[in-house]
C-alpha cells in the first residue's frame, strides 16, 4: 500500500504558530520534502526534531516530484512544506497533489496559516465574496492583461507581492481601478506587523517616499456594484496627478484614470491641470 502525502502548513513569521497536529507529522512522517532546507532546518530545530529532508522547489520540481512519487508509491509518508504558510498556494506544491491524485496517493491536510486569508481576515474589506489572484507576472503584457481582466470584479482581490515590486504594482492598479480602497499588511505575525487601511493613490504616494521593506499582502475592494463613477471628478484627477507624481504624463495618467473611472479624458485632464495650478 501506498504512503501518505501531508500538505503541512508552517508559520508565515511567527514560529509559536505551529500546531500541534503539524508538529506531530512532522516528527512522525518518514522524510520531509522543504522548498529551503535551511528555513525548515530552523523549523525543526526550533521543534527539537532531527529529520530526512530532501528539496523541493519551483526549479527541480519535476525531478523532485517522480523520486517523492516513487518513495510513496514504495509505502513511505512524506510531509511537504514550503518556506511559510500553505503549501501549494502560490508555492511549490500544487504539482505534487495532481501528482499524487493521478496515482492514487492519498494526500492529508494539515491546514495552519495562510497569508492570503489572515490579510483578508484583517482587511475590514468585505470577506464574504473574495478573490485570490496570487502574484502579478513580471512580464509588463500579462500584468497589464491580469489587472485589466479584473477591472469590473466585484468581489474583494487578494494580491502577494515582492517588496521591490510594490509601487510599480501600485501604480498599474491605480491607472487600471481607479482609486479604490485597500488595505495593505505587511510583515504578519512578525515584529512590525502593520496593516495599512487607505487608497491606491494614497498608498502609492506613501510607499513613493518612503521605500516598501518586509512581506506584503494586498487586500483591494471590488468595483461597485452600480456603473457611476465611484469616484468625484476632482478626486479622479487626484488621481492623476498622483500618477503623473510616480513618473507618468499626465496626459496618460489623465487617459488611464478615464478609462477607470468614466469620466472623460479631457475633464479629467483640465482638472487635474487647474488643480496643479492651484497648488
Ligand atoms: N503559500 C504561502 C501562503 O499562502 O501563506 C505564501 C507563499 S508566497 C511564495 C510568499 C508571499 O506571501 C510573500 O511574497 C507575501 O506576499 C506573502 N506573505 C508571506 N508571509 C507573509 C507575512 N508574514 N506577511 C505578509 N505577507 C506575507
Redesign the pocket.
Known amino acids: 500500500m501506498s504512503g501518505k502525502l501531508y500538505l503541512v502548513?508552517t508559520p508565515?513569521?511567527n514560529l509559536g504558530d505551529i500546531s500541534f497536529r503539524a508538529a506531530k507529522t512532522l516528527e512522525e512522517v518518514d522524510f520531509i520534502a522543504a522548498e529551503d532546507t535551511r528555513v525548515t532546518v530552523k523549523l525543526l530545530n526550533h521543534l527539537g526534531l532531527k529529520k530526512q529532508l530532501v528539496s523541493y522547489y519551483q526549479h527541480n520540481q519535476s525531478g523532485s516530484g517522480q523520486r517523492i512519487l516513487s518513495r510513496l508509491l514504495a509505502g513511505e509518508s512524506c510531509a511537504l512544506v514550503?518556506?511559510?504558510?500553505?503549501?501549494?498556494?502560490?508555492?511549490p506544491?500544487e504539482d505534487m497533489v495532481r501528482l499524487c491524485a493521478e496515482n492514487g496517493v492519498e494526500t492529508v491536510i494539515v491546514p495552519g496559516?495562510?497569508?492570503?486569508?489572515?490579510?483578508l481576515a484583517l482587511s475590514a474589506l468585505p470577506t464574504g465574496r473574495f478573490t485570490f489572484e496570487?502574484?502579478l507576472s513580471v512580464s509588463k503584457k500579462s500584468r497589464a492583461e491580469h489587472l485589466e481582466s479584473l477591472k469590473n470584479e466585484k468581489r474583494t482581490m487578494i494580491?502577494?507581492?515582492?517588496p521591490h515590486k510594490l509601487v510599480n504594482t501600485l501604480r498599474d492598479m491605480l491607472s487600471v481601478f481607479g482609486d479604490r480602497d485597500i488595505s495593505i499588511?505587511?510583515?504578519?505575525?512578525?515584529l512590525h506587523?502593520q496593516v495599512l487601511r487607505t487608497t491606491l493613490s494614497e498608498a502609492l504616494e506613501t510607499y513613493t517616499i518612503e521605500p516598501p521593506k518586509?512581506?506584503?499582502?494586498?487586500v483591494i475592494a471590488g468595483a461597485s456594484e452600480d456603473n457611476s463613477p465611484s469616484l468625484s471628478l476632482e478626486e479622479a484627477a487626484a488621481a492623476a496627478i498622483q500618477l503623473h507624481k510616480s513618473g507618468i504624463s499626465l496626459k496618460d495618467a489623465a487617459r488611464s484614470v478615464s478609462q477607470s473611472t468614466g469620466y472623460a479624458k479631457n475633464a479629467v485632464y483640465s482638472a487635474a491641470l487647474s488643480m496643479e495650478k492651484e497648488s
Open positions: 502548513a508565515i513569521g514550503s518556506d511559510a504558510g500553505m503549501p501549494a498556494i502560490s508555492d506544491g496559516p495562510c497569508a492570503a486569508v489572515s490579510a496570487g502574484f494580491f502577494y507581492e515582492a499588511c505587511r510583515e504578519l505575525t512578525k506587523e518586509g512581506e506584503f499582502v494586498l
